[in-house]
Structures are given as structure tokens and as C-alpha cells.
């Protein structure tokens, strides 16, 4: 599976936008990207993930490059309960591959 | 709440002894993964399962099995414990292997 790059942290104001990168220039025609997010020590939370077309679902918006070598999610009104840890995955959707975590970026939201 | 459910939440035992974790899957989803998040690894893949039939392994040592039950509930069990598997175990399923996974609030394992 591709690898992802993202930033170690991010911080947001809360009710503003947060928008959350992803680098994935090594990704395949055949392979997915899934965000999930882990607030403090809870299980990890699926997001929303996408192959080519832009996403969005009622926790967030999953805009991926014509290219596909990059996404960002984006929160549209962030709030104090978003503060977590954000994975970006490159994922085969073929079945038995699992999902690779790597450090991801912990953003903070600010009142 | 994810529907996935995990026992017990804490465990504290002793080196050398060993231990079952349990996970109860959502309604419905036929796969079930194990992970491993420690302060020094993250989150590792342990082991997946797919209607009792074991489909991929990860970073999984032999200490450590699993096995996934006719009821679709798994378990993982540890031996041999020792002080580097204190962590938090997780448990996740999904409809099937192409599916998102959701993930269980974790077993926190704690050897002394």
C-alpha cells in the first residue's frame, strides 16, 4: 500500500473549517484513501474515504486531486469535540488488506 | 458507540501469565481485526478474521492467538506475557473484508 505524509499537528478555531492534508504521491489506480480519527485513547472512528471522486458524508468532506497524489478532509464547522488524531490510510479495497496507521496529525480546536 | 463491544476494559496481570481479550462484533459484520497501540509502536495490525477463517496476519507474535468463533465473536489471547505487552488492544469489524472497519473502545492490557 501507498504511504502517506501528513503534518504533525494542526490547530483550528473552533466553528471555522478545519481542512487537513494528505500526501499519497505513490498511490494506485486500485487503491482507496480512508481518514479515521482517534480522540484521546477511544477506539479509532471511520471517517469517510474515496477512491477519485470527492466525498462527503455527515461528518465531513473528502476532496482528492485529479491526480490522486493528495486529500484533504475537511471538518466545516469544527467544534472542541473534533480534537483527535487524524489517519490518513491508502487502503486496497481487494479485501485482505489491512489498515496501515501511521503518526497522523493531531488537531487542536481552539474556542 | 460503534456497536463493536470489548471485555474486559482493563486488565493487570502479571509477567508470565497469560490472558483472553474478547470481541463481540457489530450485527451483521463478518470480519473482525485485532490491533495493538502501544506508546512506542501506534497502531499496529495484529490479525484478521473472516467468518471463522483466519485471512491476514500482521505483526502478530507467537506468543499471541486468535481465533474467530461460529457466533462470529473472537478472541486473542496472550501468554507469556511480558512487560513490552502492556497496551491498548483493539477490536474492529466490518460487513467484509472490503468494507470500512469500525473499532471497539479497547482492552487496556496492563503487565507488571
Known amino acids: 500500500d501507498a504511504k502517506t505524509t501528513q503534518p504533525t499537528s494542526m490547530d483550528c478555531a473552533e466553528g471555522r473549517a478545519a481542512n487537513l492534508p494528505c500526501n499519497h504521491s505513490t498511490i494506485s489506480g486500485n487503491e482507496y484513501v480512508y481518514w479515521y480519527r482517534q480522540i484521546h485513547s477511544q477506539g479509532p472512528q471511520y471517517i469517510i474515504h474515496g477512491l477519485k471522486n470527492n466525498e462527503t458524508n455527515e461528518m465531513a468532506s473528502l476532496i482528492i486531486t485529479e491526480d490522486r497524489k493528495s486529500s484533504t478532509l475537511i471538518l466545516p464547522h469544527a467544534t472542541l469535540r473534533d480534537t483527535a488524531v487524524y489517519y490518513c490510510?491508502?487502503?486496497?479495497?481487494?479485501?485482505?488488506?489491512?489498515?496501515?496507521f501511521g503518526k497522523g496529525t493531531r488537531l487542536s480546536v481552539i474556542a | 458507540d460503534s456497536g463493536v463491544t470489548q471485555t474486559p476494559k482493563h486488565l493487570i496481570t502479571a509477567t508470565g501469565q497469560r490472558v483472553t481479550l474478547r470481541c463481540s462484533p457489530r450485527s451483521g459484520d463478518l470480519s473482525v481485526y485485532w490491533y495493538q497501540q502501544s506508546l512506542d509502536q501506534g497502531l499496529q495490525f495484529l490479525i484478521q478474521y473472516y467468518n471463522g477463517e483466519e485471512r491476514a496476519k500482521g505483526n502478530i507474535l507467537e506468543r499471541f492467538s486468535a481465533q474467530q468463533f461460529p457466533d462470529l465473536h473472537s478472541e486473542l489471547n496472550l501468554s507469556s506475557l511480558e512487560l513490552g505487552d502492556s497496551a491498548l488492544y483493539f477490536c474492529a469489524s466490518s460487513v467484509s473484508p472490503r468494507y470500512e472497519q469500525y473499532f471497539g473502545p479497547g482492552t487496556r492490557l496492563t503487565v507488571t
Open positions: 490510510i491508502v487502503k486496497r479495497d481487494s479485501g485482505n488488506t489491512p489498515l496501515v
